[in-house]
């Protein structure tokens, strides 16, 4: 298995079944920073916004 630890992970969809189960199975792990987006809130037309 790959270690993820010090990785970033961005995960699409958290609020549905397998995004959330995949957040909890994350969060258990150390050092991982799990990143979401709710897709309502992000204009992927904003460079700006994309890169932070």
Known sequence: ???LE???IW???HGGMVGSALVRRL???PEV???T????DLDLTDRAATTA
């Not at 987006?37 to 309502?40: E, I």
């Open 1 to 3: 298995m790959i270690s």
């Open 6 to 8: 010090g990785k970033r």
């Open 11 to 13: 995960v699409a969809g």
């Open 27 to 29: 969060s258990g792990l």
């Open 33 to 35: 920073k799990i990143l």
């Open 37 to 40: 987006v709710d897709s309502r």
